[in-house]
């Protein structure tokens, strides 16, 4: 169990309780090798404070949480893989995820359709999506982009059965997103969904599922609330289903 892990099983914490943990978050390698007492001067707290935290934390006292934390560092040192390989690796899965797919009746719904709409749920999905609806501009589909969510809400209420949409997400999950999906699904619109390898509510509802691999790059950031969403093969899987339209539709 890592700490961020610990963290969340505890019910309430003291502000002087929130400095300590701040701290330690941010300087786990620091922190491994000071005492109770220099870590209490550098967050002007004590180590009386240091000691309640730790066992609030579940160890018998601020020793056994270090060796906790040394542990942590240790596999995070010892595992960690660079950048490069992850990429390469991801790539690898995602192309192999793409031809377990047969993507000729996802692009026969959008050579079919009389309205394709496309949504992005953030910012990195809302790019690739452009590039999508551009790439298949060139072959004389005009796919329209909806910008946020007030629009997908504005195009749930008109949409029609031989309309299609392929919404772009990176986590697959979001209560507008599934709210919305589901009337989609009610309105028997062809829903494809382009997500990360994982099982989300978008998938479950979709007609048709796209999926590539992205893995987080690890230590980044030692702010467990911090993501750093890669996209690399987000576009290798539009790029794919583009490719495949332009193969076996495109006159």
């Not at 790439?135 to 007030?150: A, E, H, Q, R």
């Not at 997500?195 to 992205?214: D, E, I, V």
């Not at 690890?218 to 750093?228: I, L, R």
Request: charged share 25%.
């Amino acid at each position: 169990m890592r700490l961020e892990e610990r963290i969340n099983q505890v019910s309430s914490f003291s502000n002087i309780e929130y400095v300590l943990l701040e701290y330690i978050i941010s300087a786990k390698s620091k922190v491994i090798h000071m005492q109770a007492a220099e870590l209490a001067q550098d967050t002007y707290t004590s180590p009386a404070s240091v000691t309640r935290l730790s066992q609030k934390l579940g160890f018998s006292g601020f020793n056994e949480f270090k060796f906790f934390l040394k542990q942590e560092v240790n596999e995070r040192k010892t595992n960690k893989t660079k950048g490069w390989h992850l990429l390469q690796t991801d790539i690898e899965k995602t192309i192999n995820l793409i031809e377990e797919v047969n993507l000729l009746p996802i692009n026969r719904l959008i050579a079919e359709a009389k309205n394709v709409f496309v949504f992005g749920t953030d910012w990195g999905e809302r790019n690739t999506a452009e590039f999508l609806a551009r790439n298949f501009m060139s072959v004389g589909i005009y796919m329209t982009i909806i910008p946020s969510i007030t629009e997908l809400r504005w195009i749930c209420e008109k949409i029609q059965k031989d309309d299609v949409i392929i919404i772009i997400s990176y986590s697959g999950e979001g209560k507008d997103v599934t709210e919305l999906s589901q009337l989609l699904k009610l309105k028997k619109v062809k829903i494809i969904s382009v997500t990360p390898l994982t099982k989300n509510q978008l998938s479950n509802l979709s007609s048709n599922n796209l999926y590539y691999q992205a893995t987080q790059l690890e230590g980044v950031s030692e702010d467990p609330n911090t993501e750093y969403n890669l996209f690399t093969t987000l576009h290798v899987v539009l790029d794919a289903l583009f490719r495949n339209y332009f193969d076996n539709f495109y006159l």
